[in-house]
């Protein structure tokens, strides 16, 4: 079974500064890594995805992360947060079984960003 | 185009009571798949719903179970509530009816709901 372990539960940060939280995961087949975003009283929204190709995978809103195979890492990054980057980040790995796939969640990693 | 959709939003239940939530798939899914989300933890896989049969099961017991109905919508039913059963519950559906990964088809693996929020008193 795959599993997903995210380093930092809590990552406090100030305005305009980077970040990255890490993930790392455990798989010895091909994996499809994702990063999830949840805002209060919300459900997930997917982030940002690596399937295959180019290992820097970026989104529309200025997150970035790398697929490192030798480190078995996914870690997500941001040159400058804002105010509203403040939530909770999870990272999974799809696990496929008989056809279909599930998703493996790390613990999350609880963003802050301070003014 | 609405997306996933989940009710109740909020539930309050005592210990020993049973329990049902609905989800409605997003438009031109028909996979859908439940999550425990504990609070300060990430999702946990329960099962997943295909051409109305249980395809995969997560480690929960048999007091967890689901159904499909022709349309795609699913219901999950949690029997003898226990007080660890608190949690988000959240449905995400995808598209399986190929037989392939939804993600390699579509530009999100699952489409999460906002969840319902179950608590036990």
């Known amino acids: 079974a795959q599993s997903v372990t995210q380093l930092d539960s809590q990552v406090p940060v100030f305005e305009e500064a980077p970040v990255e939280l890490r993930c790392n995961y455990s798989?010895?087949?091909?994996?499809?890594l994702f990063w999830y975003v949840q805002y209060p009283n919300q459900g997930l929204q997917l982030l940002l995805k690596?399937?295959?190709?180019?290992?820097l995978v970026e989104s529309i809103n200025g997150f970035e992360a790398e697929f490192n195979k030798s480190q078995t890492s996914f870690h997500l990054r941001k040159p400058s947060v804002h105010i509203s980057d403040t939530a909770e980040y999870f990272c999974?790995?799809?696990?496929?079984?008989?056809?279909?796939?599930?998703?493996?969640f790390g613990k999350g990693t609880k963003l802050t960003v301070n003014p | 185009d609405a997306g996933v959709t989940q009710s109740p939003t909020h539930l309050i239940k005592t210990r020993g009571q049973q329990v049902t939530l609905r989800c409605s798939p997003k438009?031109?899914?028909?996979?859908v798949s439940w999550y425990q989300q504990a609070l300060g933890q990430g999702p946990q896989f329960i099962f997943q719903?295909?051409?109305?049969?249980?395809?995969q099961r997560g480690n929960f017991p048999d007091r967890f179970s689901g159904h499909q109905f022709p349309n795609y919508s699913s219901e999950l039913n949690v029997n003898a509530l226990l007080l660890g059963d608190s949690a988000l519950y959240l449905c995400?559906?995808?598209?399986?009816?190929?037989?392939?990964?939804?993600?390699?088809?579509?530009?999100?693996?699952?489409?999460f709901g906002d969840g319902t929020r179950l608590s036990i008193l």
């Open positions: 995400a559906s995808s598209s399986l009816g190929g037989g392939g990964t939804g993600y390699l088809l579509d530009n999100q693996p699952q489409h």
């Open positions: 798989s010895s087949v091909s994996v499809y």
């Open positions: 690596y399937l295959s190709g180019s290992t």
């Open positions: 999974a790995v799809s696990e496929s079984q008989g056809g279909s796939e599930k998703l493996v």
């Open positions: 438009s031109g899914h028909d996979t």
């Open positions: 719903y295909y051409e109305e049969e249980e395809r």
